[in-house]
């Protein structure tokens, strides 16, 4: 895979761009973007070796999109038709069965390959790539069966040399469980910036009050709304139970309090203190 097109190089696409100039350095980094000045950075920070376009992706061996979801839905056909019949296309976005279901007659759909890096940061664009961010990280990668396998076995051999552990999935059930283990805590956590915003409208205060528990639990809110709208909008139903959920929980501990039923909540609290033996070794 000496031609790889990295559309997207932000964070993810930045930082799988690094990994790979690491571990493959034949390889040559052809960066595609909307805006001109992103390419710029990218190239400027050794992200990318080349700017590219859409049109050039007929020199493909390897493209990998790390755009927003709801562009690469409208994207990827497009992609698909120009990848050569020896290229694979590869995604990374966060959804997965809208992605899925868009190629899903598509003649070329053994020339793509659908996966979701569990890594990132709160941070975007070029700036915010880095090396080794999928070091020891799940990668799931959905209807592994649809791909030809001789365009598969080299890229998953790439992703495991960066570091990552293969998971495999059906895009239905992977964004059932992405609701929770990821969307939820990112709503939950821009919520939770904007109940202390609308109360500490002196913002000053909010600085020198910030304990770690508070910087913590509200990092997420730094994420970017370009990247997380279409996520919530293609995974709407899912989040939207994963909410009902959260809202009940949250309701549940507020009547405790209302009763002054500390007992309880002692109990509730001291239940959820099992999460350190499931998250034990990964956090
Ligand atoms: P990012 O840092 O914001 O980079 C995305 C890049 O896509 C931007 O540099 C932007 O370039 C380009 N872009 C934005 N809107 C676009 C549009 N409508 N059409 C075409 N290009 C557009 O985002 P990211 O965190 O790398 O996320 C990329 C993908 O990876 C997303 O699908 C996301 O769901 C997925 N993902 C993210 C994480 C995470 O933690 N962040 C983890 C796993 C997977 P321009 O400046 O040129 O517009």
Known sequence: ??????IGVGLIGG?????????????????VSRKDATLTTALELGLIDQKATLDDIENADLVIISIPVDATVKLLPTILDKIPDAGLVVDAGSTKADICKVVETHPKRRNFLAMHPIAGTEHSGPTAAVAGLFKGKTNIVCEVEKTAFKLQEPALKLFTDIGMRMRYMNP???DRHIAYMSH????SSFMLGKTVIDKEKNE??????AGSGFASTVRLAKSSPEMWTPIFEQNKTNVIETLEEYINNLTHFKELMKNDDFGAIYDEMKNTNHIKDILNGII
């Open 172 to 174: 239905v059930e992977h």
């Open 15 to 31: 930082s799988l761009a690094l990994d790979i100039k690491t571990h493959r350095p034949d390889a040559v980094i052809h960066g």
């Open 184 to 187: 939820l805590s990112h709503i």
């Open 1 to 6: 895979m000496k031609n790889i097109y990295a």
């Open 204 to 209: 000053r205060d909010i600085f020198d009050m």
